[in-house]
């Protein structure tokens, strides 16, 4: 590999490590910047997810998290208009909302109901009347449905669309895991890999559940483990549901095109084990078809494993490290790693170039001396 100077290496070559650098070139053209990771690992991270953009759904109080999701909700068709125009691929967003089934949340329903209302979360109540006539699919034992202003992406598409626009910028993506690096107490040199050296100014971790491994590698404890989910896609044909469902431990995504639709997922702390379970996966069926039973005998398509990287406290880490000088990071997010993908962007592009009007202190690196 012939040896060059980047301003920027971004090592993780999924949706998260992309956005950053495709952001950070849209800013400043002149930029010399490098992608690191192979593409293999995204097969079970950014390509692994449902790409639901669902805050309200998966957040049940206000605090900073809930208000960072919100407002990267409210990016999101800005977001896509661009990374379409830059990069010439099409993708499918919806911003045709979620279904909340009142079953699906028993005692707790009054309660999701008012944080709503209290948030001023753009949403409808559906009787079951009106729940059979907008989405007969459904199961009748749903009985009131909630309807909230979300949205939900063709993720892989999206990967697929943020590393052509890294090409047609001008972004050196280098398919090459980093395997070590090179630095003294306070600052990185460069990212170590088997095809050579990549030295940069600085560095940002964006490598998902991997960043364990590699933050290590600078002698620094990651308080962040790969938390597995299991996911299965259906045939289905596309006119059958238009809304993300969130049912009882499951949730049903329509992706178009006639890509069927996706059942999630399972939560396991195992570590990186990647098995696909048959009984796993027939359980999301199983749940699945209690909301919508037409589901029960529809043709499995595909199923796979993929990590989640969780923090301790479930907050993502995201910004300037307090050990090593060059060095931030964007990882730990858990379960909204797509739908934080366009804000994440922008809040570690603006740290790196130091125009932050305000960091988090919920996500800071500092609040675990990283």
């Known amino acids: 590999m012939e040896q060059r100077l980047f301003d920027i290496v971004v090592i993780g070559a999924g949706v998260i490590g992309h956005s950053i650098a495709f952001r950070l070139k849209r800013i400043n053209p002149e930029l010399r910047l490098a992608i690191l990771g192979d593409p293999v690992n995204s097969l079970m991270a950014s390509r692994a997810a449902a790409g639901m953009l669902a805050p309200f759904a998966e957040c049940g109080k206000a ?17 896509i208009e661009e990374l379409v125009s830059v990069s010439g691929v099409s993708l499918h967003l919806s911003m045709t909302g979620s279904l909340m089934p009142s079953a699906s949340y028993g005692e707790d329903w009054e309660e999701r109901v008012r944080f709503f209302r209290e948030e001023n979360v753009p949403h409808e109540l559906w009787s079951p009347e009106r729940r059979r006539e907008k989405v007969p699919a459904l199961a009748d034992s749903c009985g009131e449905v909630m309807w909230a202003g979300e949205g939900q992406v063709n993720n892989r598409e999206m990967h697929d669309a943020l590393a052509a626009a890294s090409r047609k910028l001008g972004i050196e993506v280098l398919e090459k895991n980093a395997t070590g690096f090179i630095h003294d107490a306070s600052s990185v040199e460069a990212a170590v890999t088997d095809a050579g050296e990549v030295r940069g100014q600085k560095f940002v971790l964006a490598s998902g559940s991997w960043s364990l491994q590699l933050a290590s590698i600078l002698g620094v404890s990651l308080p962040l483990k790969p938390i597995k989910g299991q996911m299965c896609r259906l045939q289905v044909d596309d006119d059958l549901l238009d809304y993300t469902v969130h049912g009882m431990l499951t949730y049903i995504v329509p992706w178009r095109g006639g890509n069927g639709i996706v059942l999630g997922s399972t ?4 570590g990186f084990d990647p098995l696909i379970e048959e009984e796993a996966i027939r359980n999301l069926i199983d749940r699945a078809a209690a909301v919508m039973p037409c589901l029960e005998d529809a043709p499995l398509i595909e199923s796979w494993t993929g990590f989640r990287p969780a923090a301790e406290d479930l907050m993502p880490i995201m910004g300037k490290s307090s050990r090593y000088a060059n060095l931030y990071y964007s990882t730990g997010h858990h379960r909204n790693g797509i739908l934080q993908t366009p804000h994440q962007a ?6 790196i170039l130091e125009t932050l009007g305000e960091e988090i202190p919920e996500f800071s690196p500092s609040r675990y001396n990283l």
């Open 267 to 270: 939560m396991e702390d195992r």
């Open 63 to 79: 605090d900073r998290f809930f208000r960072f999701c919100r407002e990267s909700l409210e990016k999101y068709p800005r977001f």
């Open 346 to 351: 922008d809040y570690i592009a603006e740290t």
